[in-house]
């Protein structure tokens, strides 16, 4: 019974569901913390101390405008698509060891790092979806869009993430945590670098984010989306984001590693990944705010003829470092 | 190949043309219905850089006056035509002058002038709901019981016969400000056509400008665009000074020539800026805005209000300038210049912005020549024309300053030729107050203007500014015709649209800067 | 429940920038409340895209023919509840262009205006002052909170 008790707290509150939703809104408030600062202005400053609120009062904002759904889209998708996606987002968060163990105990199998992988792909094609159920002529261009880029930038990505895996020997996520005494973003610099870019690709930031190109195809895919869907897909990009930067975390910063003192050790587990996490945001966010954003042909281009190349290249590199490295890991 | 006054005028006089001098710019000529044509290809042979400025129709009774102002490189004339109200066809010149044809489509929208073999017939100005047939500009014309006809609510159609995907950008769009419509049609993601129905902000300037008074007018035109409202301002002051015959003090026109250069340091930020956004870089905006604060304290310094300053009236300034506000003045544009270096290091050097930028939407200098477009349009495309030098006004005759031409002529050249002006601006405002007359800042002028009329052209921020004011002896006047700049300049873009990305429009469209509430009028 | 509605309403609002028909003065300085010298960020207020996303309606200048079903259009389309303000003489009562052959006159001939900022243009900190307000009124009790939703007229 306590079990059960204690799986129930574990996957809805901590580390779980509500925690992960926290941390998402937390993130959003350094990003555009971030993003304000570097723009030489202050950023939401008033919704609670230092603004720290703004994210929660968006939602629920959101969650009481009326909702619309416009006669002319394929009403079951547009309705259930933001929903989905957020869900299948917050669920692969779940198999990610975020203080040491796995959220769902016991759910690691070998492998589950390609599983993981794959969820990113679902819920992105859900965000697809989400724009091409609209029958808007904006929404289907920055869904067209959406699928080019996550399409391409995949591969890549795939590639990128297996460094990890030879250096640690194995497909599942936690023994790649547990065999990172040295973080992987010291023995594979190069594939850490690409990953961090790929990634900035994939959850669709600038330079790389003309999906949301507001000059070009007013709001992307989320144009015909109010209310309460429109809450659930903004969050699903915002969880998008925090998943892609506990990947890079998990990969190749050691997850959930580092000194522990009194009390838990799963606390402190947590604090570090939470760190980590944060850290990877800054960095993506110094990266959005420094770059103007590049064509579609340009980034699609970009893919074709730097990113797989260099990946595969990488791969290369860290199979062959990873045979006389092994030893040492 | 450039020619002299004297060249065009004699072998104008050889066709047997009638001319009068002085009158309307450089020269009027009287053209019979079917000579305009002959008129208009003896100044386009003389001279390369000749381009229609204008036309002008204007109701003279039993008669409608339809007036071709044409600028070469060193003149300005007018040919003038005039068809009879129960007739009124002419002959269309845009197979001559490609750039006329909203020229002349504006011309038969208010006046109803056909133009025979014009291209694309149809309405330009007018709302859709404006009943055919009825002329505003026309006398007989009775505002008030004008009918206008029901909306229609059909739907946007979302594709072409030809297949091809139509986009519209407009009238609510991120990318604008103001609201226009362009259907953009596109193959996949390249454009190949596009449509415009501009008209959203058409308010009805000119029609209204003859029944206020003059005074009252100044007011009128300033508020035909909040970005370049100086201009329109002094293009119509000095109108009516021409008419009028009054000659402003010299520190007058050292304090408008300050004011005038004032206006153009924002509006160049204001596009960089905008720019900015549009290639997605909000950072280079956030910071290009937070430069342009301090160009309007300054303005509301001198003027005492941020945006539209209403300083200027007939026969000079309104205000004075302090002497202890120059050396703040001074001290806010060294500010300024300091940061100009990091702006232009920028534009050099980040590759997201020569990616963005660079080679996208290139206008030939064969074709700006042909589409009479004007400012840092042309100046991007190596068309040297500025009317602060080849015609000075005010103070721009006894200040020196550089004019910038780049030749490359897409969107990072047009941007440049932006970035140089506004250090050119701040040169000329520390010039000239440091050359400051003493004297009077305002003459009195007759309450009541004589007959006459007078052409007027300023260099706006986006290009040449036209005026034309007739002056019927009454206190309101007879005509006002207004050619605003991004007129001239919107068949560039629809041609420089044509075979590039749809994710190239927005950067592409900001650049030849356009202002629509200039364009609409 | 009803109190932290309010209070993410009046923390959250976002804003849809509409010009219809207007000089670009007070366009210029609605877009200058984002930039540093202003930032409305502070206040929680994002400037969207799309109407869907938008509380807040932002319309600058007089309402021409050609514009008025637009305008009305995009008022339809922003789900409830929803605020309308009216910047600027033109947008007030059709300011120096009331009167002429294209002009319909002020915002309110069109749709329903919630709040008014006169001045031509309005400095930004008018601007602000006027939005403020509005979220003021917004947190008394006698809001105007419309429950029949634009469809159903």
């Known amino acids: 019974m306590i079990d059960y008790l204690w799986l129930i707290f574990r996957v809805l509150v901590f580390p779980g569901f509500t925690f992960i939703l926290f941390l998402t809104m937390f993130c959003d408030w350094i990003e555009r913390k971030i993003e304000a600062r570097m723009q030489n202005r202050m950023g939401p400053s008033f919704t609670g101390p230092s603004g720290i609120l703004q994210p929660l009062a968006d939602f629920i904002k959101l969650l009481t405008k009326e909702e619309i759904t416009p006669n002319e889209s394929r009403k079951t998708i547009f309705r259930f698509a933001p929903f989905f996606a957020f869900s299948v987002l917050i669920f692969a968060l779940c198999f990610l060891p975020i203080d040491g163990a796995s959220v769902i105990p016991n759910v690691s199998f070998g492998g589950d790092l390609i599983f993981v992988m794959a969820l990113i792909s679902v819920a992105n094609f859900l965000l697809f979806l989400s724009g091409w159920s609209s029958s808007n002529p904006y929404s289907s261009i920055g869904a067209a869009r959406v699928l080019t880029q996550f399409l391409g930038y995949d591969i890549p990505l795939l590639m990128l993430a297996l460094a990890p895996a030879f250096l640690a020997g194995s497909l599942t996520i936690a023994t790649i945590v547990a065999r990172q005494w040295i973080p992987f973003m010291v023995l594979a610099p190069w594939a850490f670098v690409l990953f961090i870019i790929t990634m900035q690709a994939e959850l669709e930031k600038d330079p790389f984010d003309i999906p949301h190109a507001e000059s070009e195809v007013v709001a992307g895919h989320e144009t015909e989306y109010s209310g309460g869907k429109l809450a659930f897909l903004k969050f699903a990009r915002d969880v998008q984001i925090v998943f892609g930067a506990s990947l890079v975390t998990v990969l190749f910063l050691g997850g959930a590693n580092g000194p522990t003192f009194f009390g838990l050790p799963e606390l402190w587990g947590t604090l570090w990944f939470v760190l980590k996490v944060v850290a990877v945001i800054v960095i993506s966010e110094y990266m959005t705010v420094l770059f103007a954003r590049l064509r579609i042909d340009q980034i699609v281009r970009a893919n074709w003829k730097f990113m797989l190349p260099l990946s595969v290249l990488s791969l290369l590199l860290t199979i062959g470092l990873a045979v006389w490295v092994y030893p040492m890991v | ?521 | 429940m009803v109190n932290i509605t309010t209070w993410a309403r009046v923390k959250s609002p976002w804003v849809l920038h509409f010009n219809s028909g207007a000089c670009n003065g007070c366009d210029i300085e609605v877009v200058a409340l984002l930039t540093p010298k202003y930032d409305v960020e502070r206040f929680g207020i994002k400037l969207e895209p799309s109407p869907r996303h938008a509380d807040v309606l932002l319309t600058t200048g007089c309402v021409t023919e050609q514009c008025a079903e637009r305008l009305k259009r995009i008022y339809e389309q922003m789900p409830q509840p929803k605020f309308v303000v009216a910047i600027g003489a033109c947008a007030c009562s059709g300011g120096i262009f009331s009167g002429n052959y294209s002009v319909v006159g002020g915002v309110d001939k069109v749709i329903p205006v919630d709040a008014y900022i006169p001045g031509c243009p309005p400095r930004p900190e008018a601007i602000i002052d006027g939005v403020v307000k509005l979220l003021n009124s917004i947190q008394q009790p006698k809001t105007k909170e419309k429950v029949k939703s634009d469809d159903e007229q």
């Open chain 2, 1 to 521: 190949m450039t020619s002299n006054n004297l060249d065009i005028l004699k072998a104008l006089e050889a066709k047997n043309f009638q001319i009068q001098i002085g009158k309307l710019g450089t020269a009027a000529i009287q053209a019979p219905v079917d000579k305009h044509r002959d008129a208009l290809k003896i100044l386009l042979d003389l001279d390369e850089k000749t381009a229609v400025t204008a036309i002008t129709g204007i109701d003279l009774g039993a008669s409608v006056g339809v007036y071709y102002h044409v600028r070469t490189s060193n003149s300005f004339v007018t040919i003038q035509c005039e068809v009879p109200k129960d007739k009124p066809t002419l002959a269309t010149i845009t197979d001559l002058v490609p750039g006329a044809a909203f020229h002349e489509l504006e011309v038969a929208d208010l006046l109803g002038v056909v133009f025979e073999g014009h291209p694309s017939p149809g309405r330009l100005v007018l709302p859709d709901t404006w009943p055919e047939g009825v002329y505003p500009l026309r006398k007989d014309v009775k505002i008030n019981e004008v009918k206008l006809n029901a909306p229609s609510s059909e739907d946007v159609k979302l594709s072409d016969e030809s297949g091809l995907v139509k986009i519209v950008i407009g009238p609510h769009h991120p990318a604008l400000l103001e609201p226009e419509k362009f259907a953009v049609l596109v193959d996949g993601e390249t454009v190949k056509k596009v449509e415009p129905r501009i008209g959203y902000v058409h308010r009805g300037v000119e029609k209204a400008s003859e029944s206020k008074t003059y005074l009252q007018d100044v007011y009128l035109v300033e508020r035909i665009c909040g970005i370049c409202n100086s201009c329109h301002a002094t293009a119509f002051v000095e109108a009516v000074e021409k008419i009028l015959k009054t000659d402003v003090p010299p520190r007058a026109k050292y304090i408008r020539t300050i004011i005038l250069e004032l206006n153009r340091l924002h509006s160049h930020l204001l596009t960089l800026g905008h720019a900015g956004l549009e290639i997605g870089y909000e950072t280079l905006f956030q910071y290009f805005w937070r430069d342009r604060e301090p160009v309007m304290d300054l303005t509301e310094m001198i003027t005492g209000n941020r945006v539209i300053s209403s300083s200027l009236t007939v026969g000079g300034v309104r205000r004075d300038i302090k002497e202890t506000d120059i050396p703040k003045i001074k001290a806010t544009l060294t500010e300024l210049r300091k940061k100009i270096p990091f702006y232009k290091q920028m534009y050099e050097n980040e590759p997201s912005i020569k990616m963005r930028m660079q080679k996208v939407g290139v206008l030939a200098r064969e074709d700006a020549l042909k589409l009479c477009v004007v400012g840092p349009v042309a100046r991007g495309s190596g068309v040297d024309i500025d009317v602060r030098k080849d015609e000075p006004y005010e103070a721009y005759g006894e200040i020196p300053f550089k004019e910038v031409v780049y030749t490359a002529g897409d969107t990072w050249a047009r941007m440049n030729v932006r970035m140089d002006e506004v250090e050119e601006s701040i040169n000329i405002i520390e010039y000239a107050l440091d050359h400051l007359p003493s004297g009077a800042y305002r003459v009195k002028v007759p309450r009541v203007v004589p007959p006459g009329e007078a052409v007027n052209r300023v260099e706006a921020p986006r290009g040449e500014l036209f005026y034309y004011v007739k002056s019927n002896g009454t206190a309101f006047p007879e005509r006002v015709k207004v050619r605003t700049p991004t007129f001239a300049n919107i068949p560039a873009f629809l041609k420089t649209a044509i075979g590039e990305s749809i994710a190239d429009v927005p950067p592409n469209f900001v650049s030849l800067d356009p202002c629509f509430s200039c364009t609409d009028r």
